[in-house]
């Protein structure tokens, strides 16, 4: 692993290997979109076939949600411990049996146990692939390589709800879990085969998983990284709250078909892979703060706009204009944000990444719920929950983060 960690420092090196990891870690990361999005469609088939509620079935996504978050809490911490690899593929391998087990599952509170294990497994993806990006880039050449990762991950929550649907139209929701199960298969024969460790002993902690909390508490301890850590948390809690709420908002309130909502999901995701990569273009030229700001400021701006639009009951135009752009915002905001929090404690970087992690997927899973206040007949909570987490985002970098 020692010519991957040198062609951090050899151009050439890493020039041949930095798409095909991207590639990889890519879909590592979109372990969580696909969690989540990929069995939007399903949620009504679910609750007919299992006979169950539409709070219970949406409770199987809240589950999952509370598995990737805690899951990071031990498998980032222990990374740093034992390497990436192999709680990688021990991870990968979870997840290829639970997905089948969700496709078999007879009653909703069986697929709600099954969709928290497949969380817990699903989140090793998701806080490995960035450890190991902190393990083979640094500085802005990170930030520079999660603007490729994100136009890589990018591709999951566009394609995910289009996907679910179209396996809905030849088959069933279960079918939805079984597809899961055998796309782990391709990545996990992909891990195996095609990476090597990226953290060798040398650069390893210390310790034992007693030594999860003590690495915790010293990234507690710096006020920036929290800071960082909350901005994270609240541009997710944005999201999620913009996943559980714009189904029945823009289907419900708005009329749009199933095909139609896709279509607007899946445009929204490409804005995420847009600004990801000027994200990317644009490092180097500002810096990743002043990047961070405008990116944290316009979704703010279109928060209280969508807000006003909503109170007003404004035609769907200026519904889906404002959303366009806060979601865009992701892919300046979780970028740059994650490499600065990164920045602050690189020796920690599987811990950092971690709870980095933890709190994002909890901050949604609580956001998630707070959409359906309205009974699904108004598009004011959700946009209140979308106003509320972007000032909260803001607030937390110039009160926290910005001060170093």
Not at 163 to 174: D, E, K, P, T
Not at 217 to 238: C, M, P, R
Not at 241 to 259: D, E, H, K, M, R
């Amino acid at each position: 692993m020692n010519s991957i960690n040198q062609g951090v420092t050899a151009p050439a090196i890493m020039a041949r290997n930095r798409l095909w990891i991207a590639a990889i870690l890519g879909c590592l990361a979109g372990m969580g979109p696909l969690c989540t999005d990929l069995y939007l469609p399903a949620l009504p088939q679910i609750a007919i076939n299992l006979n169950a509620s539409a709070s219970l079935v949406q409770f199987s996504l809240t589950a999952t949600l509370l598995g990737i978050a805690i899951g990071q809490i031990f498998i980032g911490p222990n990374s740093d411990i034992n390497g990436r690899k192999r709680p990688l593929v021990i991870s990968l391998l979870v997840f290829i049996i639970v997905s089948f087990l969700c496709s078999l599952a007879s009653s909703i509170w069986e697929l709600i146990i099954f969709r928290f294990v497949q969380g817990l497994a699903g989140s090793g993806g998701i806080v490995l692939s960035r450890a190991i990006a902190c393990d083979l880039y640094s500085g802005p050449e990170l930030t520079k390589f999660f603007s490729l990762l994100m136009l890589i991950n990018g591709i999951a929550p566009i394609f995910s709800p289009v996907i679910g649907g179209q396996i809905l139209a030849l088959s069933n929701w279960q079918g939805i879990f079984s597809l899961l199960g055998l796309f782990s298969i391709i990545l996990t024969l992909a891990v195996i085969l095609g990476m090597k460790e990226s953290l060798p002993e040398e650069r390893r902690t210390a310790g034992s998983l007693n030594a999860t909390f003590t690495m915790f508490h010293q990234l507690f301890d710096d006020k920036s990284f929290v800071g960082y850590t909350l901005v994270q948390g609240f541009i997710i809690a944005g999201l999620f709250a913009y996943i559980a709420g714009s189904p029945f908002v823009l289907q419900t309130i708005y009329g749009l078909s199933a095909a139609t909502f896709s279509f607007c999901f899946a445009v929204n995701g490409f804005g995420i892979m847009l600004f990801a990569q000027l994200t990317g273009y644009f490092t180097g030229k500002f810096t990743e703060k002043q990047i961070l700001v405008f990116g944290l400021t316009l979704a703010f701006l279109c928060s209280m706009l969508l807000l006003a639009m909503s109170l007003i009951k404004a035609p769907i135009f200026f519904i889906l204009i404002p959303l366009f752009i806060i979601v865009s915002c992701i892919g300046i905001t979780t970028t740059a944000s994650f490499s600065l929090a990164i920045r602050r404690q690189p020796h920690l970087a599987g811990s950092a990444s971690g709870l980095l992690g933890v709190v994002s997927f909890i901050f949604g899973a609580l956001a998630s719920p707070l959409v359906g206040l309205g009974n699904g007949t108004t598009a004011i909570p959700m946009a209140i929950v979308i106003t509320i987490a972007n000032l909260s985002a803001h607030i937390s970098y110039f009160k926290l983060a910005k001060t170093e």
